[in-house]
């Protein structure tokens, strides 16, 4: 009963090159969030997608980064061309299923560095 | 506009004894939800207690207890017989149930267990 899953654990990136943060949720959980947690800080809420659909991507910086939930997969976070401060840890958590949508449940992160 | 504070940047506690982690929140939604989550040093999130907002009992799982005072606009976390592997971050979290399932996060309170 694997729970969320996140990869890579750990990414290192020179400026201006492409992160792709993959997650895939719990099996039978529909719904996924992605977050970013700068380092000393809580968590912020980028983005809220169900399967093929964004539902909220109002914590979501307009430009360079963006998410997507196929049909088949595991939801992606992508950011293009990066820089200094996107350097971070960001979380995906899924809900759903049996348990219904109170509790989401995280992956273990997965921690970006941007030289 | 939502909003969650922590108002605790660091607690110390003696082991065994009870801890209080103080929330408040603000919303003007009459339908949202409480969390609480730890976060220990090595970085994962880890669920700890869920409050509804037309819950009237306060919510309890094990030796973790959820202070809610409606009128108050308060959450606290109360842990009874502190134990060192309680030594970590602490986050207030709170979703609107009307609108989607964005879920916001305070700035955390760390706790330091002592023996």
């Known amino acids: 009963n694997a729970g969320v899953m996140q990869n890579p654990r750990h990414l290192v990136r020179r400026r201006g090159q492409e992160a792709r943060l993959r997650c895939s949720p719990m099996?039978?959980?529909?719904?996924v969030y992605w977050y970013r947690q700068l380092p000393e800080e809580g968590l912020k809420f980028m983005v809220y997608l169900q399967k093929e659909n964004i539902i909220d991507e109002s914590g979501m910086p307009k430009e360079r980064f963006s998410a997507e939930f196929p049909k088949e997969g595991p939801s992606i976070l992508r950011i293009q061309q990066v820089v200094r401060g996107d350097s971070a840890a960001y979380f995906c958590?899924?809900?759903?299923?049996?348990?219904?949508?109170?509790?989401?449940?995280f992956g273990p992160g997965t921690r970006l560095t941007v030289l | 506009a939502q909003k969650i504070t922590q108002t605790q940047p660091g607690m110390f506690v003696q082991e065994k004894e009870a801890v209080t982690l103080d929330c408040t929140y603000d919303?003007?939604?009459?339908?949202?939800?409480l969390f609480w989550y730890k976060q220990p040093s090595s970085g994962e999130m880890i669920f700890l207690i869920y409050?509804?907002?037309?819950?009237?009992q306060n919510a309890t799982e094990g030796r973790y207890s959820l202070n809610f005072q409606k009128a108050r606009k308060s959450a606290n976390l109360v842990i009874s017989a502190s134990q060192l592997g309680d030594s970590a971050m602490y986050f207030c979290?709170?979703?609107?149930?009307?609108?989607?399932?964005?879920?916001?996060f305070g700035a955390g309170t760390r706790l330091f267990v002592k023996a």
């Open positions: 409050q509804g907002s037309y819950d009237e």
């Open positions: 099996k039978g959980h529909s719904h």
């Open positions: 958590a899924s809900s759903g299923g049996l348990a219904g949508y109170n509790e989401q449940f």
């Open positions: 979290a709170m979703r609107e149930n009307t609108g989607g399932f964005k879920t916001i």
């Open positions: 919303t003007s939604d009459q339908s949202y939800g």
